[in-house]
């Protein structure tokens, strides 16, 4: 669970750190106090992407940093051990944005890449915005929650990656077939193509060897006079030469570390420095007599790159790549020569990796009509506590023509609804009303949330559009939900935010220079002042008060049906 956050210098939150509980926790506050903004903080310490834009005005960059307890949660705690970022039982996770837009992210103070901190923020953390409903009409979506809900995803990884391993084989295939179409011409392209590779011998590291040696024949004058000059000044020249002025050095030293012997480790750096140079001088007095000056061996150096680079450009591409075409090229030949080995073990191939996708294709669709079943159900029944009695929620599974398998399997997965008793169910796309659209949408986020192992989940303003009764009944689920996950409501019903466990206001604060967010934990008595303002308005009766009071009142004697892990 998620048991604190600090937040500084994003947006008009100047500096922010909250401890949080399990169970359920509201988050209430005039409109653009900054209650969304804290939802997207969570989201950018969780890895979503954010900009230059995201820091406060006048700071150089904005920091988001995050606590977790993992002790229930085992997925997390391999994936940090595999990655060698482990540290108990806690988790810390950070993320710095700078105005320049630069983003940098820490997971247990070890610097990682952001998709590192997304991969992990998946595991801890979900939200679910208060525009979820206008994506939930999206084929993909609803079928990636039909998935989730029935604990489908690895097969549906697993689908996909098999229809990827037999593209890739059909598309080789293919190209065989194609090539054997033209068989006889691209033979002997091919062999001509090699031939010409062969005869230019290329040997491992030749090119840059004779790429050195060029540069060394191309400026031989310049390098053997430098090297002579050196030569001079280290030990020719006469009578001053750096040899002779360290022995001279090194004599007087040594004289006088008689007198002083701390003096010695001196005499002995100079009798050192003196053997080096006299070494550096034979070295230089070598490489002046090695260097070649023969103008056949620097036109045999020019010939033989001027070779590999024109072979190189016929085939539109780097000097240094030519080793690898040439292996290419001898196995798409040797392909060629033995097409009709090769046809038949890339068709078996095929017909082998078409059986596996197949066979994982059909125990995902067994899944998903299983899945779809208690799905269907289970919304059906939230929808009546949701103000749509009567109302249906159904899932239709179609199977796809097998001749246009997808990388998803072969279903597709459309939800259906009718949100009046006697009407027959169509598509969500087209329900008109917004307030069943928000409610099916809460419907939905939360019965899918159950097939999740995710411990955390974020509800922003999911409960728009609702109200009276109705806004109730959202409470009450969302209270159910937090008695075996720790769940965050942003809200502006007082019906839900009397229902929570733990209560945060969320205000802002001007001089009249600048505005900034402010978060604090409400006591008994400051809840009951923030139910009141949210159910009165510009002024606050003592009737309104005592609403508030009953309303949590009602709310802390609401029984939990179950006991939180």
């Not at 997390?76 to 996770?93: F, G, K, V, Y």
């Not at 006088?256 to 003196?274: F, K, N, Y």
């Not at 008595?525 to 008060?545: D, S």
Request: proline letters at 3%; aromatic letters at 4%; a negative charge.
């Amino acid at each position: 669970m998620l048991t604190s956050i600090q937040v500084r210098n994003f947006a008009i939150i100047d500096e922010v750190e909250i401890e949080f509980s399990p169970g359920m926790t509201v988050l209430t506050g005039e409109t653009g106090a900054g209650k969304s903004i804290l939802v997207d903080a969570m989201g950018l310490v969780l890895g979503e992407r954010g900009g230059s834009g995201l820091v406060r005005s006048g700071a150089k960059r904005a920091e988001f940093t995050a606590e977790f307890d993992l002790r229930n949660l085992p997925e997390a705690r391999d994936w940090l051990e595999e990655q060698m970022l482990d540290l108990d039982d806690e988790c810390n996770l950070r993320r710095v944005v700078g105005a320049d837009g630069r983003s940098r992210a820490f997971i247990n103070g070890n610097s990682v890449p952001l998709q590192s901190l997304k991969t992990l923020g998946e595991m801890l953390l979900d939200i679910h915005g208060q525009h979820f409903h206008q994506s939930l009409a999206r084929r993909d979506v609803q079928r990636n929650l039909l998935d989730y809900f029935g604990g489908l995803i690895d097969l549906a990884v697993a689908t996909s990656n098999n229809f990827a391993d037999w593209r890739l084989l059909t598309d080789k295939l293919d190209a065989l077939e194609s090539a054997n179409a033209d068989r006889n011409a691209k033979l002997e392209l091919l062999r001509f193509q090699i031939d010409e590779l062969d005869s230019l011998g290329l040997e491992p590291g030749e090119l840059e060897a004779l790429s050195m040696e060029r540069s060394k024949l191309q400026n031989s004058g310049r390098l053997a006079e430098g090297a002579n000059t050196a030569l001079q000044v280290l030990y020719d020249a006469d009578p001053a030469n750096a040899q002779s002025l360290l022995a001279d050095a090194a004599q007087l030293i040594e004289g006088l570390a008689t007198l002083d012997a701390t003096l010695e480790p001196i005499a002995a750096m100079l009798q050192e420095a003196s053997i080096q140079v006299s070494e550096a001088a034979d070295s230089l007095r070598r490489y002046g007599d090695s260097l070649d000056m023969d103008p056949a061996r620097q036109n045999f150096v020019e010939e033989r790159l001027d070779a590999i680079n024109n072979i190189a450009r016929k085939h539109r591409m780097d000097p240094e790549s030519l080793a690898a075409l040439h292996q290419d090229l001898v196995e798409e030949l040797n392909d060629l020569e033995h097409a009709e080995e090769r046809s038949a073990e890339l068709k078996s191939a095929v017909s082998e990796a078409q059986a596996g996708y197949r066979k994982t294709a059909a125990r995902l669709s067994a899944g998903r009509k299983k899945a779809a079943s208690r799905f269907s159900s289970a919304v059906t029944e939230a929808m009546a506590n949701l103000g749509m009695p009567g109302g249906v929620f159904e899932i239709q599974i179609t199977p796809r023509d097998m001749t246009d398998p997808r990388p998803f399997g072969m279903d597709d997965v459309e939800y259906l609804i009718s949100a009046n008793p006697g009407q027959q169910p169509m598509p969500l796309s087209k329900v008109a009303s917004g307030g069943e659209l928000s409610r099916m949408s809460l419907a939905i986020q939360v019965i899918a949330s159950d097939g999740s192992a995710i411990p955390t989940m974020v509800f922003d303003e999911v409960d728009s559009g609702v109200g009276g009764g109705i806004a109730e009944m959202v409470g009450l689920r969302l209270r159910e939900l937090g008695q075996t996950r720790q769940v965050f409501c942003v809200t502006h019903l007082p019906q839900v935010a009397s229902l929570g466990n733990n209560h945060f206001r969320i205000m802002k604060i001007s001089d009249g220079k600048s505005t900034k967010t402010g978060i604090s934990l409400l006591n008994q008595g400051e809840r009951i002042e923030e139910i009141a303002r949210m159910l009165g308005g510009v002024e606050i009766t003592q009737r309104t008060r005592d609403h508030a009071a009953e309303m949590l009142a009602a709310g802390a004697k609401r029984p939990e049906k179950n006991k939180r892990a």
